[in-house]
């Protein structure tokens, strides 16, 4: 039939693409969402200004969905509902608007579709779940659009006064007079069938609102500096290095002689005196008061391998 699309859930054929209104259909974002490193929902709480047309025009502004951004429209994870109960008998208080009145019908099946295309994927406690938080979410957007509307402002004056109320708004559709605020998810802790809490937030910062990561951690203290090593113990003089041999066979004063084993074999030799007791000629006489004198120890003594002085104690 001319100018015909579809038939609607009234039993009467319709102009109205039911794609329009049920999905982002027509709807082009600026772009795709980005839920960031560690936030696993994302997505669009979408507001209806009431100054569109066909089913997007209303007597004042009206919430359209809670949409995931799942792809092709962002990264966002589709979460199952943590509990499935059915949908609410009655049509939630955020959309029982005049038009939901005057056309039930439609509005009952518009809410099924909201819940299957995006409350599916919300990871919502329940479908009543779900709802209850697009209601709650919606409500002081609404108020504020609602008291500019009544002025005969346009979807971009009414979205500019969502932004002066210090919400994020990720798109404006203004074909159909619909305005996008961002919104994440957070896990719920024990409440809503621990499911996941809605908030809304600027897409810069999902992950500070609603990311896994939790908040960082306090950066460490400085470690202390190291104490500084101990000085090093002085070396152990070195012993005196023994005198040069004297040249040739002959003792000097201050020098070495030839080796020898008993003073015999340092008689003969120039300037020798006698065989010392560290096995070479010395040109040193012996003294009694300086040395053993004549008297004859049985063995030389040995100081051992690490013990620089030893001797004797003669009583």
């Avoid at 004042?60 to 429209?73: D, F, I, N, R, T």
């Avoid at 201050?254 to 020798?272: I, V």
Wanted: with cysteine; charged share 20%; net charge negative.
């Amino acid at each position: 039939l001319e100018g015909c699309v579809r038939c609607a859930h009234d039993g009467y054929c319709t102009s109205q693409p039911l794609s329009e209104h049920a999905t982002h259909g027509s709807i082009k974002l600026s772009s795709k969402m980005n839920c960031g490193k560690s936030t696993n929902l994302c997505g669009l709480l979408v507001v209806e200004s009431g100054l569109g047309s066909g089913y997007y025009k209303h007597s004042k502004p009206s919430v359209h969905g809670l949409w995931p951004q799942v792809p092709p429209y962002g990264n966002s994870a589709c979460v199952a509902p943590a509990t499935q109960g059915g949908l609410p008998s009655g049509l939630p208080d955020c959309y029982n608007n005049a038009e939901a009145k005057a056309d039930p019908a439609h509005e009952k099946e518009f809410i099924e579709h909201e819940w299957d295309k995006h409350g599916s994927c919300a990871g919502a406690g329940s479908e009543t779940d779900y709802f209850d938080q697009v209601c709650s979410l919606s409500k002081k957007p609404e108020d504020i659009m609602s008291a500019h509307f009544e002025k005969g402002s346009t979807i971009d004056e009414l979205a500019d006064d969502l932004r002066q109320s210090g919400f994020a708004i990720s798109d404006v559709d203004k074909e159909n007079g619909q305005v996008m605020l961002s919104a994440c998810a957070v896990p719920a802790s024990g409440s809503n069938g621990n499911g996941y809490v809605w908030k809304l937030a600027p897409e810069e910062k999902f992950d500070e609102v609603c990311g896994n990561a939790g908040p960082s951690p306090a950066p460490s203290p400085p470690m202390p500096p190291a104490p500084p090593d101990p000085p090093s113990p002085p070396a152990p003089p070195s012993p005196p290095s023994p005198p040069a041999p004297s040249p040739g066979g002959q003792c000097v004063k201050g020098r070495r002689g030839p080796a020898c084993s008993q003073d015999s074999e340092c008689g003969g030799l120039e300037g020798c005196v006698r065989c010392a007791h560290d096995g070479y000629c010395t040109s040193q006489p012996l003294s009694e008061h300086a040395t053993h004198g004549s008297i004859k120890l049985s063995s030389k003594m040995n100081c051992g391998k690490s013990t620089n002085l030893c001797g004797l104690l003669v009583v």
